[in-house]
């Protein structure tokens, strides 16, 4: 729930006179509106009710001429009913093809986190601008008397052009944040927007507006603060960075892009954190928290918003007539487009992916149906010709998205290639550009502990341990090249630094001596040690966490800061996170601790402020002020060690420090809930079983080794990684069919993770080829659930050597299982002899397996 100490004052002070009983509850009575006029059939219940003449009312600049309207009315008369619908919806480049843009006449595509050009999200970005430039061919192709509509192509370029290889990546936004610096905003934005249009993009899903209240929210990152004020005061530069000041001038004219405001609304409320759950909160709350940097968005005609995931109250809000028509587009006057989530319709009630007429009734006027566009495509030309969607809502829809092709200049910029900026690769990652990042880091940087070794002497003896440390991916987090931001090494980061790199360079051209030993080891005593750590990266619902803690295996680098101390060695500890987490640990072992949230590119940031110039003092002073309140343990709404706005300066000399209790006052690891299976061992509450796979005989594995259905089944101790940390499955053939399982009392709901690119992974080594192939299922809720699917890269898997096998979750949803209630995610079935060894089951993303099995995911 909402603590009034992270509120700016004038929202706390607003809160707090309105007094109590001012919930939603005391809210109703008041006249409801049009709110829900549109949907009077199923009244929403009084706490999801909106009251838009409680909202502010908010002027959209002018950015078309009468002259570009007239164009639009124009346009509007004459297309076809086909050509309409098309427009708004939204494919993703994984699943279309500029030949089906051509035929349904689609008016937007865009490429999710783990999509590229021909399957590769990796590809080079000369693959992109030829991508982008068939895309537009293919919509201008239209037979003789139809009106030709430009494609709009979105991406999401969340932390500059992040998808692309070889592009400035920029710190997320909770590092700008802790920045303070509305003016560094814009040129970020500035930045970003010619990296886009270099590629041939025109549209970013960018910024995010969330406000977290709760950072066990694995996006909380992506928000800028838990303050509303500060949020508020940084979207109107980033909109100006990408899109320019509003105008009536073309955006593609000079070197922008469109905007988008996301998730709106109340993304960054959810009850415990949970992405895509519900914001059980009063419309007090929800206005004047997470409402308030939709004001100025709109005041900088911010071209789109993206709806939210998420719920208020119970109401997902891709389907809140009263929020996005009445409040949004009504009292504050919002004139560009709405389109929704990645299937975010789906979650609709009454709805699902393949059609969602509710959605269009409550005011968006786009859909993002990555794969479902098809099926979805005829399900809405359907329902408008026979009235379930009223024509004048399609016209209205159609309108806003083609006002922001015609405020992006798309009708008369040609194709992708010709337009300014195109094809000039040298702009990704520019030396400038990188300076933009490189002083975005030093700024975010937050000093929160230091007795006196910083700043350090760079012509001194230096090592640097810790896991992070050389690590860009990991410094850059999720939404870095893929969508989760796992799997990526340093060599797919051309021209970026890791903060290793940042401090052997101020080292060595200083004349000192810096060594990287993960570990900590070292040949010569160094004078001191930098020990980089923290979190991996993560996204959307992965990394969702159960407390505020780091996972057990990221806390290593701490048992090194303590043995370097204990040898004498001062230590400074650099933690890249994309949260406040518990570390009371750390913060005690290290002389001085430094926040780096998740630098991005330009890890050099880093090293620009820990050290020192020649004279002995600062290069740079540390300038970052916590966006958020620390935690004093991994308990949320626990008490706070360092408050909102908390940062030391140079100036402010060494501290000293009272060593902190280190209990985490919680009893989890910090998991979060997506490892089933380690080092051959289940994780709580999870269990091994091997059965008979028609029922019967069972047998539950808690020691090894073990034998199960009479013999027929042996289960043995094996390494992999370290001694024992994996299980050898040695089965005999049986007509009864064997079933390896791992399995839970309480089943998990994994359709959020369906709906992604989530996979089951599996680390398995084939002993011995399979005499039969292997299938796959899931068990929900005690049953078999679906029918199993046959995994053929299994018997493929070389014999020896250990892989990780990735099946996608849809795969089981293609085959019939119903994936809300999962009670064994894995659930391995033979009715021939097998051997084999497991070492860890969890769910991961693409880039982290090392085969994926082939499915029908439909
Ligand atoms: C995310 C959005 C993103 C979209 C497209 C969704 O799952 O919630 O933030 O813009 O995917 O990748
Ligand atoms: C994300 C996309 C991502 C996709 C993977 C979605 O939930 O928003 O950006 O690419 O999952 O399938």
């Given at each position: 729930m909402l603590s009034k100490t992270l509120l700016s004052t004038a929202a706390a002070a607003a809160l707090a006179t309105a007094?109590?009983?001012?919930?939603s509850g005391a809210e109703t009575g008041a006249e409801t509106g049009a709110a829900d006029a549109g949907e009077s059939a199923q009244a929403l219940p009084p706490e999801a009710t909106v009251h838009p003449e409680r909202w502010p009312e908010v002027a959209f600049p002018v950015v078309l001429t009468a002259q570009d309207e007239a164009e639009v009315q124009d346009l509007l008369a004459r297309m076809t009913l086909e050509q309409k619908v098309g427009q708004i919806i939204q494919a993703d480049i994984a699943s279309v093809t500029p030949a089906e843009v051509r035929e349904y006449r689609l008016g937007s595509v865009l490429n999710g986190g783990n999509s590229g050009p021909g399957g590769n999200d990796l590809a080079p970005p000369q693959d992109w601008l030829a991508l982008a430039d068939a895309f537009h061919e293919a919509s201008m192709d239209v037979p003789a008397g139809e009106p030709a509509i430009p494609i709009v192509w979105g991406t999401d370029a969340v932390h500059g052009h992040s998808n692309i290889v070889g592009a400035t990546i920029f710190p997320h936004n909770i590092g700008l944040g802790a920045a303070r610096d509305p003016e560094l905003i814009e040129r970020i934005g500035r930045v970003t927007a010619v990296e886009i249009r270099v590629t041939g993009q025109e549209w970013t899903f960018a910024p995010t507006v969330a406000v977290p209240q709760d950072f066990r929210w694995g996006r909380a990152y992506e928000g800028y603060s838990s303050d509303p004020a500060l949020v508020a005061a940084y979207v109107g530069s980033m909109i100006r960075g990408l899109q320019g000041p509003p105008s009536t001038a073309r955006i593609l004219a000079g070197p922008h892009v469109a905007a988008s405001t996301k998730h709106y609304l109340a993304d960054g409320a959810t009850t415990d954190g949970k992405d895509q759950g519900d914001a059980a909160i009063s419309e007090l709350e929800l206005r004047l928290v997470h409402g308030a940097p939709y004001i100025p968005a709109i005041e900088n005609g911010v071209a789109t918003v993206m709806t939210s995931f998420s719920s208020w109250n119970g109401v997902k809000l891709s389907a809140h007539r009263g929020l996005v028509t009445d409040v949004l587009k009504g009292r504050m006057n919002f004139g560009g487009l709405v389109v929704t989530d990645w299937n975010a319709h789906g979650q609709v009630a009454g709805c699902t992916n393949a059609s969602c007429p509710k959605a269009v009734a409550a005011g968006i006027d786009m859909f993002m149906a990555p794969d479902s566009w098809r099926s979805l495509y005829r399900s809405t030309l359907a329902q408008v010709r026979d009235g379930t969607i009223p024509m004048e809502r399609l016209d209205d829809a159609v309108a806003r998205v083609l006002r922001v092709k015609q405020r992006l200049g798309l009708f008369e910029m040609g194709k992708p290639s010709q337009?300014?900026?195109?094809?000039?690769?040298?702009?990704?990652?520019a030396a400038d550009h990188r300076a933009v990042a490189r002083e975005a880091v030093r700024k975010s940087l937050v000093m929160l502990k230091n007795t006196g070794v910083l700043p350090l002497k760079p012509d001194a003896r230096i090592l640097v341990a810790g896991d992070a440390a050389d690590d860009i991916a990991r410094q850059s987090g999720g939404w870095t090249l893929s969508w989760q931001g796992t799997g990526l090494d340093n060599s797919l980061f051309p021209g970026a630094t890791s903060i290793w790199d940042g401090i052997e360079s101020a080292v060595t051209s200083a004349g000192g001596h810096a060594e990287l030993s993960v570990e900590g080891d070292y040949g010569q005593r160094p004078d001191a040690a930098i020990v980089v750590f923290g979190e991996t990266p993560y996204a959307e619902f992965q990394g969702d966490i159960a407390s505020l803690q780091l996972r057990p295996e990221l806390r290593r680098p701490i048992e090194t800061m303590r043995k370097l101390r204990a040898q004498g060695i001062p230590v400074v500890a650099v933690m890249v996170t994309g949260r406040p987490l518990y570390v009371n640990e750390a913060l005690n072992a290290a002389d001085a601790f430094v926040t780096a949230w998740l630098p991005g590119s330009e890890g050099g940031g880093v090293a620009d402020v820990l050290f020192a110039g020649e004279d002995g003092a600062p290069r740079h002073d540390f300038r970052g002020l916590l966006p958020a309140a620390w935690p004093a343990t991994a308990r949320h709404g626990g008490p706070t060690l360092f408050p909102f706005g908390y940062g030391l300066r140079y100036a402010d000399g060494p501290r000293p420090w009272a060593p902190l209790a280190e209990d985490s006052g919680v009893t989890d690891d910090g998991g979060n809930g997506g490892v089933f299976f380690e080092r051959g061992v289940p994780a709580s509450a999870w269990s091994l079983t091997v059965t008979r796979a028609d029922g019967g005989d069972s047998l539950r594995v808690t020691t090894v080794p073990a034998e199960a259905l009479s013999g027929r089944v042996r289960i043995a101790a094996t390494d992999h990684e370290v001694q024992e940390g994996a299980r050898s499955f040695t089965i005999a053939a049986d007509p009864a069919g064997t079933a390896i399982e791992l399995g839970t009392f309480d089943p998990i709901d994994l359709t959020r993770q369906t709906n992604g690119d989530v996979l089951l992974l599996a680390t398995v080594r084939l002993d011995a080829p399979l005499a039969q192939p292997l299938d796959m299922a899931v068990r929900c809720e005690g049953q078999e659930c679906g029918t199993p699917v046959a995994i053929d890269a299994f018997s493929a898997l070389p014999t020896g050597e250990w892989r990780t096998l990735g099946v996608p979750l849809k795969c089981f949803r293609a085959a019939g299982a119903d994936m809300a209630g999962i009670s064994a995610p894995f659930r391995l079935v033979t009715d021939g002899a097998a051997r084999f060894s497991l070492a860890r089951v969890a769910l991961g993303s693409l880039s982290e397996a090392d085969v994926v099995a082939g499915c029908s995911t439909d």
């Open positions: 007094g109590p009983g001012t919930g337009r300014p900026l195109s094809g000039q690769y040298e702009l990704l990652g």
